[in-house]
């Protein structure tokens, strides 16, 4: 049987899902640094590698995990074989990405296809709109995104299952906020402090976003609205939608539960307090 080198980040996942990806790590023969012995906790942002995997093993490990443990975030390449390997990226929520690969695990694009691609494009179209549609799902833009963002909130140092790693080190600060590529990232509990210190109300990420812990959520920042017209007209309109408007309000009040995430950013961020955009939402308590 064909075999190759197979390698697997997870940057992201629940408490209780930890065992059912470190069940499918074992069984996939993966050591941690491609280390002598089974790991026997599940390390985040560490590589677990073997040498030899069967061809289509990449595959194979993506189905099980996103299965058996969904909230997972990870990424997982084969070394080619004859031609090229295979790249697995899958964020929660953004979705998966699946693309030929190097052997260090780079995606690689046929360049004539994304060429012949874009000369079929309407007249006018901006990359801007391309990469917005059909160009993130070729070029997987939005998961890769979403993977460095991920990959930037975790702490520096050695895993602590490594084989010569110090098990006893302290555990490093948490970062609260950063931003990589078309993402802002923001932690929960920085969210809530800052929406009670604003508003002058307690607030609660968690409930309103019904968040499990070790999770992250996409969340849009928005200046504007859309509002449809009975004609099927879509206008922009600056401001919170009515629903959401309403939302708030009642909850200021004291009257309403706590608003969605995006209600509370694309308020701070129509009033200049925050970036509009797309955020990341870190919930882990």
């Excluded at 206008?235 to 919170?240: D, I, K």
Aim: proline share 7%; aromatic share 6%.
């Amino acid at each position: 049987m064909s075999s190759a080198p197979l390698q697997l980040l997870i940057y992201a996942i629940s408490d209780a899902e930890r065992p059912a990806a470190l069940k499918a790590i074992t069984e996939a023969d993966l050591r941690l640094g491609y280390g002598r012995r089974q790991p026997t906790s599940l390390e985040l942002g560490e590589l677990y590698g073997t040498d030899e995997a069967s061809v289509g093993k990449s595959a194979e490990l993506a189905d099980t995990l996103r299965r058996d443990a969904p909230s997972a975030a990870f990424e997982i390449w084969q070394d080619p074989y004859a031609t090229v390997g295979h790249y697995v990226a899958h964020v929660p929520g953004i979705g998966s990405y699946d693309s030929a690969c190097d052997e260090d695990g780079t995606p690689l694009v046929d360049v004539l296809d994304m060429a012949q691609r874009l000369m079929a494009l309407p007249s006018g179209t901006t990359v801007e709109a391309w990469l917005a549609a059909e160009g993130n799902g070729l070029l997987g833009r939005r998961v890769l995104d979403a993977l460095d963002a991920l990959r930037d909130m975790l702490p520096d140092g050695p895993p602590a299952d490594a084989d010569s790693a110090d098990a006893s080190r302290p555990a490093p600060a948490p970062r609260l906020h950063t931003q990589v590529g078309a993402f802002h990232l923001l932690d929960y509990g920085a969210l809530e402090d800052y929406a009670r210190e604003h508003y002058g109300r307690p607030y609660s990420a968690v409930v309103a976003q019904e968040g499990g812990n070790d999770s992250v959520y996409e969340v849009t920042a928005s200046l504007t609205h859309t509002l449809v017209y009975g004609d099927g007209r879509l206008v922009e309109q600056p401001g919170l939608a009515p629903n959401d408007r309403q939302d708030l309000d009642l909850w200021l009040s004291g009257e309403g539960s706590d608003p969605h995430p995006g209600v509370i950013l694309s308020d701070l961020a129509q009033k200049g307090l925050t970036p509009d955009g797309s955020y990341l939402v870190r919930v882990s308590w």
